[in-house]
């Protein structure tokens, strides 16, 4: 009987172990299946598709899908594993971007490698620029710009629910500049190309006469289609501004009679100062500086892409001119071995 009951004691705790590993087995399962479940919602697969406008000034349109898995925002900047982006269409919004675009293979390129691809490319195809301007629906351009292969700076705008029709009116244009040569400001104008522009009201510069708007020294013919950004030149011709006084006894001329018969003529100049003269020779002058800033990213360009394509950077300084006037006048910078300060 003894030897009998030892056997039922060793079958209860035989299934008390059975039952014990049951029910860990059983919680490591549940325990498991979770982890399972909330790493594969974690890890959900995130795709979305983004269009980009690239402006040089050929004008480009290039789409891409973004992919990704655990991806949370933080400090404005959107965190993911497994991060990719591919082209999958490209396409010309104006004719100098068709040349751009020719015998381009997209299959299998990220965005980061077609823009480099494109800058390269018009560089080829003899567009000279220091900057370019990318227009998207990718918020997180800033992040990705970096790792573009070119040396012109990457102006970026962040914009939603962008259109072609949009892109091409505010973008597909060229600008006209106009250097009074220190008359008063004439505001840039965009124009569409092939398109001509009117002729804007003639400046004035004090002490001098207005002849007319120079191109490569030429006179411009405002009926000329625009075909690529232009400055045009103010020429002027100095007036002369003489005072002759004669005095004869307490009138104008004076002959004073003495034994030996002299007579004095006298003519006096009088001086006056000269409103927007200026030590240096500033193209670019303006009454403020925000408006020095803008219109100097405008000559900026033209500078670069049609005068000196070594000119790297731009500002605008505080200036005085001869009448004692403060004005903002743009000055460049070129590398020649050392950085130096010019102006055109």
Not at 193 to 211: E, H, L, M, Q, V
Request: include cysteine; aromatic fraction near 12%; charge should be neutral.
């Amino acid at each position: 009987m003894k030897k009998l009951g030892e056997k039922k004691n060793i079958n209860k705790k035989r299934k008390i172990v059975i039952v014990s590993l049951i029910i860990v087995l059983i919680v490591g399962v549940l325990i498991g299946g979770y982890f399972v479940l909330n790493n594969k919602k974690t890890n959900k697969s995130v795709e979305k598709e983004y269009t980009l406008y690239l402006k040089i000034n050929p004008l480009i349109k290039v789409k891409f899908k973004e992919t990704g898995t655990s991806c949370n925002k933080k400090d404005n900047k959107k965190n993911c594993q497994n991060l990719t982006n591919e082209v999958y269409e490209i396409t010309s919004l104006n004719d100098d971007g068709k040349k751009i675009i020719e015998n381009i293979d997209i299959k299998g390129k990220s965005i980061t490698d077609i823009l480099t691809i494109l800058l390269k490319k018009a560089r080829e195809n003899g567009f000279i620029f220091e900057e370019y301007t990318v227009i998207s629906d990718y918020e997180y351009f800033d992040k990705i710009k970096s790792t573009i292969d070119d040396t012109a700076t990457a102006n970026i705008v962040f914009k939603k629910n962008i259109t072609d029709e949009y892109i091409i009116e505010e973008y597909d244009k060229y600008v006209v500049t106009f250097n009074t040569d220190g008359g008063n400001s004439i505001d840039a104008i965009s124009v569409e190309k092939n398109k001509t522009i009117s002729r804007p009201n003639d400046p004035t510069k004090s002490g001098y006469k207005f002849i007319g708007w120079y191109l490569n020294d030429e006179m411009f013919d405002f009926s000329t289609k625009i075909e690529k950004n232009i400055t045009l030149v103010a020429k002027w011709e100095q007036e002369e501004s003489n005072t002759n006084t004669d005095t004869n006894n307490n009138n104008t001329n004076t002959s004073t009679n003495n034994n030996d018969n002299t007579s004095s003529n006298t003519t006096t100049t009088t001086p006056t100062c000269q409103a927007k003269k200026f030590s240096q020779k500033y193209s670019y002058v303006y009454g403020d500086h925000d408006t020095c800033m803008k219109q100097g990213n405008i000559a900026f360009l033209d500078i670069t892409d049609n005068v000196n394509p070594s000119v790297f950077a731009y500002d605008c300084e505080e200036i005085v001119d001869d009448c004692g006037d403060k004005y903002w006048g743009v000055y460049f910078w070129i590398y020649e071995g050392t950085e130096k300060k010019i102006y055109y």
